[in-house]
């Protein structure tokens, strides 16, 4: 028969059968101080209830857990955070965070009750039990941010809060999430148990001391259930606001109007990209052994060759995403002198790329996408820009949903509206059908206003397409 229970009549029924379980255990020890049994906890409990000091007490102590927690929580994050981005700071408090985690609880109350007295004790340790889970957690959850997303971030310049986020605070959410479950048990088993032992005036931890020294089992089992109740209904708010708050989808609204109308009307001057005995090895593989590139902005550019061969790679290094082991660059135009200019001018004129993966933020939809990378872009401009690509209904869609070739469509266009005069592309075409790919290249040529415009592929078709002309690696 309780196999055909439903989840919630199979817990019920659990509840029950261990509620059964206890009130033979009182009838059987038929001792009310060594065990009350249901029935009595629930007079107790009743009892308790239409008294002033039973809701003051609860009061108390839910402020000062409640308290304890949520600065443990916050100071977790802002700790951890720092400690992230400066792993000297995290070096020098991980001595402090492994003596949080390993002193027993205990010994903390008793040097919290010589040095402060019990006032604040049950916020004190609640504090140093749940500070070291955030702290850790907010570290492992940063550090688990998709690599591949940050090289984005790092290629469209998206800095500050956006990078924060809709990259590291997505990687972070689960973490936290998991360690709230964990902590909020654990802040109110220390802050009751420190109220125990220091018996601060008017507190859960009071009670507790009184029914003891009373030998009141039954107010002792109620005490606890109030704390059980307390303490389950403190998590599941907590952990619904958290939720909601956390999951909201951040919203871009954008700053100028028809900024690339007026960009379509201007084209660069032409230039050129030049690359000096650019050597490449990974181990003892040999990719580029002291080639030399020269790219004019005059015309499009294919590099085909077979996979493994260097087209990613140096795409990777002209976009500051790897090193060369030697080799040098530099960029000469009509403002030029005859020698050209450093590669530091590689990094003035931007460089937008298409990846070979899409790099999309997945929660977050195609318009929000580009409007992350080109925020100076206006909402109702970055729409119709993708609407060139896509279909109308797809705009506003988390990227999670879109088909392989939607979400190709979306990384061509974020490349082609980020403001730059250097336009990279791995494989473009990827998963687009022959008519997509028509549309898609139409696209392109349409927005590329004189750009240095390299792409990548297996397909000398795709190269005319494009109108470029082939190199092969």
């Not at 507190?203 to 307390?230: H, P």
């Not at 005059?298 to 080799?327: D, H, N, Q, V, Y």
Request: proline share 4%; glycine share 8%; charged share 20%.
């Amino acid at each position: 028969m309780y196999r055909y229970l439903s989840p919630h009549g199979r817990k019920t029924a659990i509840f029950f059968f261990w509620l059964i379980v206890w009130q033979f255990a009182a009838l059987l020890i038929d001792n009310s101080i060594l065990m009350a049994g249901p029935w009595e906890v629930i007079q107790a409990f009743f009892h308790l209830m239409p008294e002033k000091s039973f809701w003051l007490s609860i009061m108390v102590s839910f402020g000062k857990i409640s308290a304890g927690f949520l600065l443990a929580f916050f100071g977790g994050i802002l700790i951890g955070w720092l400690a992230f981005l400066h792993p000297v700071f995290g070096e020098f408090l991980a001595p402090v965070i492994s003596f949080m985690k390993s002193v027993p609880v205990a010994s903390f109350v008793i040097l919290a009750l010589i040095w402060m007295g019990s006032g604040r004790l049950s916020s004190l340790i609640t504090f140093l039990v749940v500070f070291p889970v955030i702290y850790v957690n907010t570290i492992a959850g940063l550090k688990s941010t998709d690599k591949e997303l940050l090289e984005m971030a790092q290629v469209f310049s998206i800095k500050g809060w956006r990078k924060g986020r809709c990259l590291y605070w997505p990687a972070l959410l689960p973490y936290l999430n998991s360690s709230c479950k964990t902590a909020l048990g654990m802040s109110w088993k220390s802050g009751i148990a420190a109220e125990v032992i220091g018996v601060p005036e008017g507190t859960i931890g009071e009670q507790l001391y009184l029914s003891k020294i009373y030998l009141n089992t039954a107010e002792l089992f109620a005490w606890t259930l109030v704390i059980i109740l307390v303490s389950a209904g403190f998590e599941r708010l907590f952990l619904v606001i958290f939720n909601r708050v956390g999951k909201k989808k951040p919203v871009f609204f954008g700053r100028k109007e028809g900024i690339l109308q007026a960009q379509a009307k201007e084209n660069f001057p032409p230039f050129t990209l030049s690359i000096h005995h650019l050597s490449k090895h990974f181990g003892t593989l040999e990719i580029f052994n002291r080639r030399n590139f020269s790219f004019s902005s005059e015309k499009p550019w294919c590099i085909m060759a077979a996979s493994g061969f260097g087209k990613t790679t140096l795409f990777r290094i002209l976009l500051g995403l790897e090193k060369a082991e030697e080799g040098e660059m530099e960029i000469s135009d009509a403002s030029c002198d005859k020698d050209g200019i450093s590669a530091n001018a590689l990094k003035e004129r931007r460089i937008s790329a298409v990846f070979q993966e899409n790099r999309l933020c997945e929660a977050l939809s195609p318009v929000d996408n580009l409007l992350l990378a080109v925020p100076e872009l206006n909402r109702r401009t970055a729409e119709q820009e993708l609407s060139l690509l896509l279909p109308a209904e797809c705009l506003n869609r988390p990227v999670s949903t879109l088909s392989g070739g939607m979400k190709r469509r979306a990384a061509l266009v974020r490349a082609v509206c980020f403001s730059g005069t250097i336009l990279l592309m791995d494989e473009p075409f990827t998963g687009l059908d022959e008519d997509t790919k028509q549309e898609a290249a139409r696209y392109i040529l349409s927005r590329r206003r004189g750009r240095l415009f390299i792409f990548s592929s297996h397909q000398e078709e795709e190269g005319r397409l494009l109108g470029a002309e082939i190199l092969h690696l």
